[in-house]
């Protein structure tokens, strides 16, 4: 099946709203994306280079997607370019022009790279801010607008976003934490497939301790 292949752009070939973002991004000097994560989008899946707002070559940041994260139409992720100084008496970016006669005022504010963990869901219209971190199996209620890191299985939402609930309990977090099945086999995962759509967590890691 092209779906098992994660260089595959389309995995569903009949279904053109849906995209792997691994080769979607591939050339992309601001973008990393693990295999299997994937963008669903009403109009062209395609065109999600442009959901990644003020990607310029100038600042040294990065939007890094796991693997097997799931991201809605209109997900927006913007990095550290569309910072402003807000250290100085104007927060106008004088500097940028050139024509003003300001010295060099230094190194433009950045707050490091977004990093999505795995099996993430951000959903619709969601907005994730520069120098964000979250979480492995976080889930981004839509329309949220990420400013600060997201824990690991954690349910978050609003604007600006709070934690709603826990999805798992820390227990059971930990441990699928420590069993990072997105790392192994495509064969494991097709043989554990059930165990995580059913929630039977002693399933899974039955799977991961056989030979």
Known sequence: ???????TLHPL???ASMAYLKPLVADHPKVEAGDFSYIHSFDDPNT????????FDFIDDKLIIGKFCSIAHGATFILNGGNHFADRLSSYPFPIFGCWGEQDPGAWPNKGPITIGHD??????????PGVTIGNGAIIAAKSVIASDVEPYTIVGGNP????KERLSRQDAARMQG??????SVERIQAASDALM?????ALEAIANSR
């Open 120 to 129: 993430v869901w951000i959903g619709f219209d969601a907005t994730i801010m």
């Open 161 to 164: 976003a709070r934690q709603i």
């Open 13 to 15: 070939p009949d279904q």
């Open 1 to 7: 099946m092209t779906a098992l292949n994660p260089d």
């Open 48 to 55: 999600f280079p442009e959901q990644v707002k003020y990607a």
């Open 198 to 202: 059913n929630a039977d967590l002693d």
């Open 179 to 184: 069993l990072s099945w997105w790392n192994w």
